[in-house]
T-cell receptor, first 114, second 115 residues
């Protein structure tokens, strides 16, 4: 079975400073990994996904993530935080079966201070 | 593209009544849709996988007789919470997967409050 662990439940940064949201995964196969963002009272939006192509994945809104097999990590980064980035972020792994069910991490709430 | 809608966006009902939530893929066909539940300040938990034209697959611990899922077409799946009780109050979210793609697209969610 696969799982993801988001190491921080809450991260607070100042506007204009870098963002790092940490995620470790556990999987017995080569996983597909995703980062989704959930803004208050809005649906989940896909930020980026890794599916065994390039290990550095670029997503929307300036976010990127690097797949590191040796560290079983898939951390999300952004060089400069914007106030609009304040939201809940979920690291997600897809299972290897045909149905491709998703397993969500516990989420990291990103707070951006002015 | 890849838009998923849910209706209603929120619903308040009395204990003992049934509530139906619709999930539609607006611009693609989805042979597989998923239903999740999210409690306040918690992550999403997969409830069931809905396959067009066949029975849904429920996750362990989810009562299939309480949470009825119907996937009658390639663009519509419904979740009916039967005989709802206050403990069923939650945020229900659906997702849909276009064809054989791996990426799931999520609906905006339905907030259910059972009084």
């Amino acid at each position: 079975a696969q799982s993801v662990t988001q190491l921080d439940s809450h991260v607070s940064v100042s506007e204009g400073t870098p963002v790092l949201l940490r995620c470790n995964y556990s999987s017995s196969y080569s996983p597909s990994l995703f980062w989704y963002v959930q803004h208050p009272n809005k649906g989940l939006q896909l930020l980026l996904k890794y599916t065994s192509a390039a290990t550095l994945v670029k997503g929307i809104n300036g976010f990127e993530a690097e797949f590191k097999k040796s560290e079983t990590s898939f951390h999300l980064t952004k060089p400069s935080a914007h106030m609009s980035d304040a939201a809940e972020y979920f690291c997600v792994v897809s299972d290897s079966t045909g149905r491709r069910a998703l397993t969500f991490g516990s989420g990291t709430r990103l707070q951006v201070q002015p | 593209g890849a838009v998923v809608s849910q209706h209603p966006s929120w619903v308040i009902c009395k204990s003992g009544t049934s509530v139906k939530i619709e999930c539609r893929s607006l611009d693609f066909q989805a042979t597989t849709m998923f239903w999740y539940r999210q409690f306040p300040k918690q992550s999403l938990m997969l409830m069931a996988t809905s396959n067009e034209g066949s029975k849904a697959t429920y996750e362990q611990g989810v009562e299939k007789d309480k949470f009825l899922i119907n996937h009658a077409s390639l663009t519509l799946s419904t979740l009916t919470v039967t005989s709802a009780h206050p403990e069923d109050s939650s945020f229900y979210i659906c997702s849909a997967r276009p064809g054989l793609q791996e990426t799931q697209y999520f609906g905006p969610g339905t907030r259910l409050l059972v009084l």
